[in-house]
């Protein structure tokens, strides 16, 4: 380009567009479209509405489904072979968690958070680590969990209370963690602990550790009842000098702040996924149910009141998903994008929310009752604001992004 006038530019651009190298591409690869079916057929075929009731009723984690999805290799497909994955992105494994929150929001997200941050073991792990952690996870043997939240620091865990302090060859924890998914079912927890109480910044002194279920001094104390996701188990651990093997460090010491700051560029765009598939669910049912009801002599379909609600739920749906396919792609390519991110996920969660919302409206008093489902659609979208980072932290990261930005 150096050296060409304004007109020359413009030609060569041309030439580009003529040559397809400039070619902007929307679709997803054959391969991924056969993910995405295979997914969709799989949620598809397992969905028992009475059964799913029953779960969250019980609020009990959805095991069969999730033994057989790990089969199928749904769980982990973004892991490479050598550790039970396909060798996937994260594209495809969000179209997986898309397709399975659509179906039904409460199994999707149970399945969906059944591998919750085993990403940090496989970005940071050893090898030996990740064949020990990572095998077991995508074969349906291990479900895991990550420990950063505790009760006095919540969006900001650049300090933290729980230490581990190293005494031989082992770390001693203590301390106490909460609102931890999969608390009191995972086989192994990466937790975030200060290894150096010296170190400032604090978060310079953070570690991650692998502390595994049955550790003596580890306790789990379920958190209920809760709003929604009542398939996943939210726990508060408690560890009183719980001793590790020093093995079980991941990575360097004194980096875990910022193995767990990239592990959220990875998680937040799954979170984004299960939103988007939520309000895709909610979506579906209010389609569905304005086709099939009728007041004043007409289907609600044919109201044009209801006719510009389905418009506006769908226009959202379309703007979420772009962003959040744009974000999975964006981290795949190897250029993740932190307020593209923080983007994707903000947005996706607001609209889940604000579909399902609708989607209760259009379906009147009945959505209000447990059986037309979309009453726990609104009820697991929320969750999608606040986990991960709040709308507000995501707000953060996007003006951190804006303000670094000269264009
Ligand atoms: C069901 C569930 C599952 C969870 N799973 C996990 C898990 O597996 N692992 C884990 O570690 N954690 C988990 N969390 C914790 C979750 O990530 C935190 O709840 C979340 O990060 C917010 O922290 P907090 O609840 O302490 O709220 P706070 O940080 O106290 O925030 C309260 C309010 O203040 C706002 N706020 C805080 N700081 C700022 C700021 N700088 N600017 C503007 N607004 C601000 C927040 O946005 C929020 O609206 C889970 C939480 C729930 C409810």
Not at 84 to 110: M, P
Not at 221 to 241: C, N, Q, V, W, Y
Request: hydrophobic residues 40%; contains cysteine; neutral net charge.
């Amino acid at each position: 380009m150096i050296g060409l006038g304004a007109d020359g530019r413009k030609a060569k651009t041309a030439q580009h567009v003529r040559m397809g190298r400039l070619k902007v591409n929307f679709e997803l690869t054959k391969e991924q479209k056969d993910i995405q079916k295979a997914a969709r057929e799989f949620i598809e075929g397992e969905y028992d509405k009475e059964k799913i009731l029953g779960w969250e009723k019980e609020h009990a984690f959805p095991l069969e489904v999730w033994k057989k999805a790990c089969d199928l290799g749904f769980i982990g497909i973004h892991f490479p072979e050598e550790y039970g994955g396909q060798g996937c992105g994260i594209t495809d494994n969000i179209l997986i968690v898309e397709e399975f929150c659509r179906k039904d929001s409460s199994v999707g997200i149970a399945l969906s958070l059944a591998d919750f941050s085993s990403e940090v073991v496989l970005r940071f792990g050893a090898g030996e680590q990740k064949k020990k952690y990572l095998v077991p996870v995508a074969g349906g043997q291990f479900i895991s969990a990550g420990a950063y939240t505790e009760p006095d620091h919540g969006s900001d865990i650049t300090s933290l209370s729980t230490k581990a302090v190293r005494e031989g060859d082992c770390f001693v924890v203590n301390g106490t963690k909460t609102f931890i998914t999969n608390g009191c079912l995972a086989n192994f927890f990466v937790v975030l602990c200060q290894t150096d109480t010296e170190a400032s910044p604090p978060y310079r002194g953070q570690s991650t550790i692998i502390v595994e279920k049955g550790t003596p001094g580890l306790e789990a104390t379920e958190i209920a009842p809760k709003m929604g996701i009542h398939m996943t188990s939210t726990a508060e651990l408690a560890f009183r000098d719980v001793r590790v093997p020093a093995t079980q460090l991941l990575g360097q010491e004194n980096r875990g702040f910022y193995q767990v700051m990239q592990f959220f560029q990875e998680s937040r765009v799954e979170v984004a996924a299960q939103a988007l598939g939520i309000a895709e669910g909610a979506f579906d049912r209010a389609l569905a149910y304005a086709r099939k009801r009728t007041q004043f002599g007409k289907k609600l379909v044919e109201f044009q009141v209801t006719q510009h609600k389905l418009a506006d739920m769908a226009a959202k749906i379309e703007a979420a998903r772009l962003l959040v396919y744009q974000a999975a792609w964006r981290f795949d390519q190897g250029r993740p994008d932190p307020g593209l991110t923080s983007i994707a996920k903000m947005f996706a969660g607001r609209i889940a929310v604000e579909v399902a919302d609708e989607a209760i409206q259009i379906h009147g008093g009945y959505g209000y009752i447990t059986e037309y489902e979309v009453e726990r659609f609104y009820r697991d979208a929320k969750i999608t604001e606040i986990y991960e980072g709040t709308r507000e932290i995501q707000k953060n990261t996007i003006a951190s992004a804006l303000m670094g930005k000269a264009r």
